[in-house]
C-alpha cells in the first residue's frame, strides 16, 4: 500500500472527511502547548553600531568639539573600513545626515554599493529644527544599513511630548528579505531622567511590536546598563556590551580642558533566547574613540567622541550540528535509558568516545535534533518522552539545559522527528507518527518555543514506518523526510515542498530489515558532499555503525550510496539514534 502525504487541512476538516469517507475512528491529536516569544535562526548577522556625532557644530577647545564634524567623507569612509574589517551586514548610525545627495546616508550608499539598502529617520531639536548644522546636506537623526534587500521600514518619535521643546528622537527598524530578524536602532535623550525613561519605555513597545520574530536592536542610549531607566530593556533582553563606549572632557573655565570623562553608553539588544545567549561576540572598538586632548592645534585620534561597538549572532546551525564546530552530530541512547552525543568528525565518521548528555529517562523515548527551536543559533534535541513533547535547548556546546514541555497526550509508542522547517516560514517543524496516521505539528512563532495544534498530512499505513529528519536532501531548499519501512525494507525520500506537505516518495535504498539494521537515522551532509548522508546500525558482533554517503542517481534523485563501517563495536546496546 502506497503512504500517501496529502494537502495540509485544520485538523477538524481532516477528522470530518475520513470519518465521512473511510468510517476510521481517529486518535485525537495531541495539545500543543506555547509559551513566551521566539525567535527563528537564520544566517549570521553582523552589527556595527556607532554614534558618529556627524552634524556640524563645536570647535577644537570647545565643549561641543566633535572630529570630523564638518567633513562627512572622513567619517564614511572610516564606517566602511570598519564594515570591511568585520564583515558587518548590519550598520546602525546615530547623529548622521541624511535624505539628500552629498549627506552621510548618500555616501555611505556610494562606499557600501547596491548590495547595500539604506533607511533613515529624522528627528529635530528642541526649536523643531530638523536640518543639520553648517551647511551639512540632509536631516538629522538615525540610519539603518544592511546587506540586503529592505522589504519594510518603520520609524517613529519615540521621545514624551513636553511643553518646553519640540524636540524628537526616533526608533527606526527594518525588515530584511530572507531574514527573520528585525534590525533596529535609537538614540535616547541625555539627562532628563524621567523624560528618558518614558522614552525607553515607548522604544520598547515599538521594537516589540514591528519585530515579533525577534530583533537585534542598537544605538546609543544615553546611559550606562545599570542605570534604573534602562530596566524596560535591560530585564527584557540580553545584551553583550558593557564597557566605556564614549569619551568627553570636565569643562573648565574659558573653555579650558578638564578631566577625562568616560561613559557606558552604546548598547546592543537581543531577544531573549532558551539555553543561551544569540550573541556570539561582542566588542566595543575604542581605537576608533577620539581621546586626545581638547586642544587647538592637536589632531584627534578617532572620528568621533563615540566608539563604534561590534556583535555577532549565530546563525542557523548547520544540519544536524550539536557541538557548535558545524559537523553533523549523531545522538543515542542507551540501553541505560542515557542520551549520549557522539561527534561528528566532518567525513561521516563519529568520536569514539561519546559525551552524556542526558543521565537516565530516555529509555522509550523518540529523539530527535533538527531545528533551532530556542532562537540562540544552535539546534535543539525534540523529544516524545512518556505522553509529552519537549524541547531541551542546547546551551552552544551541545549539553542541555532544562526541558521545555511544548505539546502533551502522545501515545507513547508515537515517533517524532524534528524535520527541520516544512512549513517554509522560518520556524522548525514536527512530524509525527500517531497509530496508523501520519501528523504535522508547525512550529509557532508566538512560542519560545512551542507548535501549533497538530495537522494530519498522512491517511494510513505509517505504523510500520521510522521516520528520521533527512535535511534538505534534494537542494531545493525545503525539508526532506526519509521514512524506513519494516514491510519491504525500503528507505524512502518524501521530498518537501515548503508548505508543510511533501511530494510523492522516491526510493533512496533497500535492504533496511529492522533484523539486519536495527536503528536508522539520518545524517544531514556529514561529509560535506553536498549530498543527504545516513548512519545506521547493524547486530554484527556486538554491532557496529554504518556511514552510508548519499549520492545521485540517473534521474537526479538522491540515494545511498558506498558504506562504511565507522563504529566498530557496541552498538547493540544503543536504543535509538537520531
Not at 564583515?87 to 554599493?113: D, I, T
Not at 566532518?346 to 569514539?352: L, R
Not at 499505513?461 to 525500503?490: C, I, Q, T, V
Not at 554491532?543 to 562504511?564: H, K, S
Amino acid at each position: 500500500m502506497k503512504r500517501s502525504v496529502r494537502m495540509l487541512m485544520s485538523v477538524a476538516a481532516t477528522v470530518a472527511a475520513l470519518g465521512a469517507t473511510l468510517g476510521t475512528a481517529l486518535v485525537a491529536a495531541p495539545t500543543a502547548q506555547a509559551v513566551g516569544s521566539a525567535i527563528p535562526a537564520q544566517n549570521e548577522i553582523r552589527v556595527v553600531s556607532w554614534n558618529i556625532c556627524g552634524e556640524a557644530g563645536g570647535s577644537r577647545g570647545g565643549v561641543g568639539y566633535c572630529p570630523y564634524r564638518n567633513e562627512p567623507a572622513v567619517k564614511i569612509d572610516e564606517i566602511k573600513k570598519v564594515v570591511d574589517e568585520r564583515q558587518a551586514n548590519v550598520v546602525m548610525l546615530q547623529e548622521v545626515c541624511g535624505g539628500a545627495p552629498g549627506s552621510h546616508m548618500a555616501l555611505l550608499q556610494e562606499r557600501l554599493g547596491t548590495a547595500w539598502s539604506i533607511r533613515h529617520a529624522k528627528g529635530a531639536r528642541p526649536d523643531g529644527r530638523t536640518d543639520c548644522r553648517a551647511g551639512l546636506p540632509g536631516e538629522l537623526g538615525i540610519l539603518l544599513a544592511v546587506k540586503g534587500t529592505i522589504t519594510d521600514s518603520w520609524a517613529e518619535d519615540t521621545l514624551p511630548d513636553s511643553p518646553a521643546d519640540a524636540q524628537t528622537l526616533a526608533a527606526l527598524c527594518v525588515a530584511v528579505e530572507g531574514w527573520s530578524t528585525t534590525p533596529c536602532t535609537t538614540h535616547i535623550i541625555p539627562g532628563d531622567a524621567s523624560r528618558a525613561a518614558g522614552q525607553i519605555k515607548n522604544v520598547k513597545a515599538f521594537v516589540d511590536a514591528h519585530a515579533p520574530g525577534g530583533f537585534v536592536l542598537g544605538g546609543d542610549f544615553n546611559r550606562n546598563a545599570g542605570a534604573t531607566e534602562m530596566a524596560p530593556l535591560t530585564s527584557a533582553y540580553d545584551s553583550c556590551i558593557d564597557g566605556y563606549t564614549y569619551h568627553g572632557w570636565d569643562a573648565e573655565a574659558n573653555g579650558g580642558q578638564g578631566d577625562h570623562t568616560w561613559h557606558k553608553l552604546d548598547h546592543l539588544f537581543t531577544t531573549k533566547a532558551v539555553g543561551a545567549s544569540r550573541f556570539a561576540s561582542c566588542a566595543i572598538d575604542s581605537a576608533r574613540m577620539d581621546t586626545t586632548p581638547n586642544k587647538v592645534g592637536v589632531a584627534p585620534s578617532g572620528v568621533s567622541d563615540h566608539a563604534p561597538v561590534t556583535a555577532v549572532l549565530r546563525g542557523a546551525p548547520a544540519a544536524g550540528d550539536m557541538n557548535g564546530d558545524g559537523k553533523s552530530d549523531l545522538v543515542a541512547i542507551d540501553d541505560a535509558g542515557k542520551l549520549r552525543l557522539y561527534a561528528g568528525q566532518g567525513n561521516g565518521g563519529v568520536t569514539g568516545s561519546p559525551a552524556e548528555i542526558g543521565s537516565g529517562g530516555w529509555a522509550g523515548a523518540s529523539v530527535s535534533h533538527r531545528g533551532d527551536w530556542t532562537g540562540n543559533g544552535t539546534e535543539d534535541i525534540v523529544a516524545r518522552v512518556g505522553s509529552e513533547l519537549r524541547v531541551y535547548p542546547n546551551r552552544g556546546d551541545g549539553t542541555l539545559a532544562s526541558p521545555v514541555r511544548i505539546g502533551t497526550g502522545f501515545p507513547t509508542d508515537s515517533k517524532v522527528v524534528g524535520v527541520g522547517d516544512a512549513t517554509g516560514d522560518g520556524y522548525p517543524d514536527v512530524i509525527a507518527t500517531i497509530g496508523d496516521t501520519l501528523w504535522l505539528y508547525a512550529g509557532d512563532p508566538a512560542a519560545n518555543p512551542g507548535v501549533k495544534s497538530g495537522v494530519q498530512i498522512g491517511l494510513r499505513g505509517w505504523s510500520p514506518m521510522s521516520l528520521s529528519a533527512a535535511g534538505d536532501a534534494d537542494h531545493d531548499g525545503h525539508a526532506d523526510l526519509f521514512a524506513r519501512d519494516a514491510n519491504d525494507e525500503k528507505l524512502w525520500l518524501y521530498r518537501g515542498h515548503g508548505d508543510g506537505t511533501f511530494g510523492e516518495r522516491t526510493e533512496y535504498g533497500y535492504g533496511y530489515g529492522t533484523g539486519n539494521r536495527p536503528l536508522l537515522a539520518g545524517a544531514g551532509d556529514a561529509d560535506g558532499n553536498g549530498v543527504a548522508d545516513m548512519w545506521a546500525t547493524t547486530n554484527e558482533g556486538t554491532g557496529t555503525l554504518l556511514f552510508y554517503a548519499g549520492e545521485t542517481n540517473g534521474a537526479g534523485n538522491p540515494v545511498d550510496g558506498t558504506r562504511t563501517t565507522v563504529g566498530l563495536s557496541g552498538w547493540n546496546t544503543i536504543r535509538a539514534i537520531s
